[in-house]
């Protein structure tokens, strides 16, 4: 069982930047494809970025250009860096942790951290 918690949401004025932080315990962190997601309420959740076990990221939609994702194996530690953040970009953030095991799909969710860009 993998427990992941995220941290350094907040409110963020247009333009500002945040790091957000999501800590792992509980499994072998480096296995995993590490993923952060957003959600506004009343939608679907959406995938922002993706960093593999091997250290290949993938970006979707406005994170391209302006996000940035890494991962600290030694921290267990996956990083979500936001730049020139939108009043759009607001909405809980939710760590996601992914591997197959034994040919079975493995994930995990955090609680999610909360980002609001307003002025």
């Known amino acids: 069982q993998v427990q992941l918690v995220e941290s350094g949401g907040g409110l963020v004025q247009p333009g500002g930047s945040l790091r957000l932080s999501c800590a792992a315990s509980?499994?072998?962190?480096?296995?995993?494809?590490m993923s952060w997601y957003r959600q506004d309420p009343g939608e679907q959740r959406e995938l922002v970025a993706t960093i593999t076990s091997g250290d290949d990221t993938d970006y979707r939609g406005s994170a391209k250009g302006r996000f940035t994702i890494s991962r600290d194996n030694d921290k267990n530690t996956v990083y979500l860096q936001m730049n020139n953040l939108k009043p759009d970009d607001t909405a809980v953030y939710y760590c996601?942790?992914?591997?197959?095991?034994?040919?079975?799909?493995?994930?995990?969710w955090g609680e999610g951290t909360l980002v609001t860009v307003a002025s």
């Open positions: 509980g499994g072998i962190f480096s296995l995993y494809a």
């Open positions: 996601h942790a992914y591997r197959i095991a034994s040919g079975a799909e493995v994930a995990y």
